[in-house]
């Protein structure tokens, strides 16, 4: 058998030290054991592969680079993207711009954590179990709804998987979704039903927030899920109270997506009668990283516990009557249940949940409803000035918290290309998702904003 | 130890914000006070120092890949370099939002392009998408992928995936999540696919084989070609579950052995954290007669820019927002630059060398089902130990915490009885792997000599084993004051 270029080699490697620095054994090492097992070759351990599908060939990617060489070419390339350090970030659109403090990134780094596993072993495993029990208390805190899973993929996976557990809970197969959800909330959730064949019907708006009439008329006893986003894609608080009465008079489960930060000031969804929470959890102390990885976080009644998918914590005792936590409710899940599991979820971010937990304790009651009121209040600000100009005009007259949208006079690109020129990176083409919203501009103002950054942004803007 | 809501105490804060600079105004008087909350969300409330110390103490609870061994099968604990850590942290990377225009975010764009590149190549693929956020994730898309697939070419009554009765648990939730119909193909005495079952599933209402090659027993199917050949002529399509692809870099290729689809587990075979449960990312390689219905956007390529590429109309959707783990990603991809062509196939050499070296000097020691050369991983039996000792592979796995291993992945797969399914990865130096097998071999006699000594492990760590049916129960899922 030959699967090396040289033949009859006892491996690829001939040199006298390891190809890599991440390889612990030696040349010697590896004849040694080779030795002690009784193979001649390393060629020998693989005789299971038949011939006919080894690589007779090296692989075609790019030889190894030193740690140096590594270092400087991803710098470089890192170079190539316009970052919110260099460019004052006005975008949000469910990514945004907070602050988080200097402690969480070297804590984050602690290895226990970063160079673990899924919780497996309880004994050796608390940190983990305990970081995931004290996020699903702060998660219940803040959604108030009492039962929270151990964090999900995203937002957007968040809310999928939410629509396929009303569906299954309510056994209906219809589920209705605002047209203020975040665009690729809602296309995720398209994808997810479109194979469980369950039809999503969305509901119109009015003044940015959801029609109540169009949600009363499209309600029927095939409904499952109503589902809304709150404050909602165009940063606009919803009245979700009304239409959780709605829901829950035809029997359907509501679900609305929150902004964990909005949640330290508005009411929380279950306090408004949500039967599930979900939400990106990436402001909690998650950098942008171009998208990911974030965490969506899900909290349910505790009438849907056994039925929510992903990774649980509880408490529990050891022999000895210490306090200590493990995974449990794990009949749910795929790994016991298979086929019949409420989702075949493996993991969750535990390392983004961990943060958001970092996240919370480190700003703690006091400093989430500061950063709040100050988005709160920054963004009323901008919006004020910008009307100011004459070249922006208001859309909508509903409450808003962080983001709101204005009509441009000029196009959004055009403007977005001149603002870039001034170091800052402009709002969301909103027109992309809702064509009818022509030069719709929805922009994000974060705590991190200063009034001279708002200011210069509102002059060049209007210019 | 404390909970942090338990060492909170009112007036202490570990934060510090610049005053608010725009004109302040109450909250009702931007916000009708009915959309308001009356009490603020019951957060910590302690010092910069107090939480420090909190995460610290909380870290030390916990076992990494830096603190010692971690053989758990099926999850490739490698090892996590360090600078792939530093090259995620740039600034350019962590610093920039999704939504930004296509020309500020052309070195990210670049970057998923050409690992792209180097994924489909290390796997014979012609086309991969970096948006699924972990092997299962993956999983679906795959299967998603191949539900389009047949429903495109008007070939509607497939509506079975075939699964090994090895697979892990994903395969089976992952396809009755894409609205499939699960059926298990029998493994035979070799722990291989039995042809004969395979075959009398074949039928036009097959829609695709689920596999994992190596599989859950560490075994190389030998009859893949054979495999492939049957489920394609069938009409169905190959899918190549990634969990174990440790084992073949640089050695033999999916896309070679007749698979369509194929998805990675960049956190177990490209080094990637598994960060105590996540982020992961499980990217998906079609082959090119797959490749439009791949998730959108993809990256692409006109003249020297790179873009977001959303004008596909087959494409199955979305399946989370944005673009993938992008971080996550640049790990994966420092990683494949740091090993090369070479490097990558060292590391299969090493895996499976390290692999059936714990394997040999086990065998006589504990049971093993099947005594063939393994691949990356090898899969023991503790009936020996239960049967004459009453010790169960549960209890042998909580005495080596007491010598400060991570034991073994248990009870999987789920056709071994009592499984000790055992993954050294290529980084271990054959000292490490010598000291976990002497401690394997005083288990084994601890079982014969000192059965309790083992049934009570473990004995050194800072709790002992959790009562988790009354946690099942009863169940306590957050703190309440």
Partial sequence: MIFCQQKNTKSCVNKGVNMTRYIGNTNEDREQMLREIGYENISSLFKSVPDSVLLRKKLDIPEALSEMELVKSIKSTSKENKNTDEYVCFLGAGAYDHYTPSPIDQLILRQEFYTSYTPYQPEISQGTLQAIFEYQTMISELTGLPVSNASMYDGASALAEAALMSCETTKRKEVLIASTVHPESRQVLYTYAKYRNITVKELAYENGQVSLDDLKSKINKDTAAVIVQNPNFFGIIEDVELISEIA??????????????????????????????????????????????????????????????????????????????????????????????????????????????????????????????????????????????????????????????VISEEPVSLLNEKLLKNNIIGGYKIEKDYPHLKNGYLIAVTEKRTREEIDTFVRKAGE | MQLIFEISKKGRKAYSLPKCDVPEAPVDSLIDSKFLRKESPDLPEVSELDAVRHFTRMSQ?????????????????????????????????????????????????????????????????????????????????????IKDYHLNRKDEKRTKIIVPDSAHGTNPASAALAGFDVVEVKSNEKGLVDMESLKSLMGDDIAGFMLTNPNTLGLFDENILQISEMVHEAGGLMYYDGANANAILGISRPGDMGFDIVHLNLHKTFSTPHGGGGPGAGPVGVKKHLSEFLPVPVVSKMGDKYYLDYDRPLSIGKVKSAYGNFGVLV???????????????????????????????????????????????????????????????????????????????????????????????????????????????????????????????PHTTVISRLDEATAARKPILRYTK
Wanted: net charge negative; hydrophobic share 35%; charged share 25%.
């Fill in chain 1, 248 to 405: 829950h008079e035809n029997k359907s489960l509501l679900t609305v997506s929150a902004d964990p930060i909005s949640l330290s000031i508005l009411k929380s969804p279950g306090e408004m009668g949500a039967d599930i929470a979900v939400g990106e959890g990436q402001s909690l102390g998650n950098p942008l990283n171009f998208g990911g990885p974030y965490l969506g976080f899900m909290a349910v009644t505790e009438k849907l516990m056994r039925k929510m998918p992903g990774r649980v914590v509880g408490q529990t005792t050891d022999k000895d009557g210490r306090r200590g936590f493990v995974l449990t409710l794990q009949t749910r899940e795929q790994h016991i249940r298979r086929e019949r599991a409420t989702s075949n979820i493996c993991t969750n971010q535990a390392l983004n949940a961990l943060q958001a937990t970092m996240y919370l304790t480190f700003m703690g009651k006091e400093g989430l409803r500061e950063v709040a009121e100050q988005c709160l209040n920054k963004s009323h600000y901008t919006y004020n000035e910008l009307i100011k100009t004459g070249k922006f005009r208001p859309l909508f007259t509903a409450p808003f918290f962080k983001e709101f949208v």
């Fill in chain 2, 61 to 145: 609870r916990n076992h990494g890949v830096n603190s010692g061994f971690y053989p758990l099968g099926s999850c490739t604990m490698k090892y996590n370099p360090k600078v792939n850590e530093a090259v995620a942290r740039f600034d350019g990377f962590t610093k920039i939002h999704p939504y930004q225009e296509e020309e500020t975010v052309q070195g990210a764009l670049k970057l998923m392009y050409e690992l792209d590149g180097m994924l489909s190549e290390i796997t014979g693929m012609d086309q991969f998408t970096l948006q699924p956020a972990a092997g299962a994730q993956g999983e679906l898309v795959g299967l998603m992928i």
């Fill in chain 2, 331 to 457: 790990r994966a991809y420092a990683y494949i630059l740091s090993m090369g062509p070479e490097g990558l196939r060292e590391v299969a050499e090493n895996a499976v060398l390290n692999a059936n070296y714990i394997q040999n000097k086990l065998k006589d020691k504990y049971f093993l089902p099947i005594d063939t050369e393994c691949m990356h991983e090898c899969v023991f039996s503790g009936i020996w130990q239960k049967e004459k000792n009453g010790v169960t592979t549960l209890d042998i796995a909580k005495r080596l915490l007491d010598f400060g291993f991570h034991p073994p992945t248990i009870y999987f797969p789920l056709i071994v009885e009592e499984a000790m399914m055992i993954e050294p990865t290529e980084c271990e130096t054959k000292e490490t792997l010598d000291e976990f097998i002497s401690v394997m071999r005083q288990i084994a006699e601890e079982a014969e000599n000192n059965p309790e000594l083992v049934k009570s492990a």
